[in-house]
């Protein structure tokens, strides 16, 4: 048994007992972080015992695994996505149209989430530090299969200049 599993088996009394319209579950121990995957076994485990409707949460990076946890888990309420949508903002287009984009349609639709964002950030915020302090994280996990050194670029850009030359190098080369 596994210390997940420990802990779950104690909450569920309690989480049945409890006036809950759902439970949203991600499968991993806070302490584990992202070393190890989500324990979809545990989950399936939990999903036997608990009289709520469930949430599946965690490691859902791409159209195929929404497909999966779709599949081993035809009742649940609904899947929530993070990093899978830091690092493909069109993952839910992808879901709703049940395809994955072409790398040119993702960087379309990535350009123009950015330059959105830019447009909107770049009047309320006062100088290059503070345009770039909110810009420059998106791009930690955005298009994981990017080649480092475009992504460096982007990340050690310090001035808007330079930062939208890396990007726009970034997304014509991927």
């Known amino acids: 048994m596994s210390k997940l599993w420990g802990s779950l088996q104690a909450l569920i009394p309690i989480l049945n007992d409890a006036r809950l319209a759902h439970i949203t579950l991600h499968p991993r121990l806070g302490c584990e972080q992202y070393?190890?995957?989500a324990d979809?076994?545990?989950f399936a485990a939990f999903a036997a015992e608990c009289k709520h409707t469930l949430i599946y949460n965690g490691d859902i990076l791409t159209l195929q695994d929404i497909e999966q946890i779709e599949a081993r888990f035809?009742?649940?309420d609904g899947i929530m996505i993070g990093r899978g949508l830091l690092a493909n903002p069109a993952l839910g287009i992808e879901y709703k149209q049940r395809k994955v984009l072409t790398d040119k349609e993702?960087?379309?639709r990535v350009q123009a989430m950015h330059d959105a964002m830019y447009q909107a950030m770049s009047p309320r915020l006062q100088g290059n530090t503070q345009l770039l302090s909110k810009m420059?994280?998106?791009w930690e996990y955005l298009m994981p299969k990017m080649e480092k050194r475009?992504?460096?670029a982007i990340l050690k850009a310090n001035s808007?200049?330079?930062f939208m030359q890396a990007v726009n190098c970034a997304l014509a080369n991927y």
Do not use: F, G, N
């Open 150 to 152: 475009y992504r460096k």
């Open 106 to 108: 993702l960087c379309e």
């Open 160 to 162: 808007a200049d330079k």
């Open 136 to 138: 420059v994280p998106y």
């Open 35 to 37: 070393k190890k995957p």
């Open 40 to 42: 979809v076994e545990e």
């Open 74 to 76: 035809p009742t649940l």
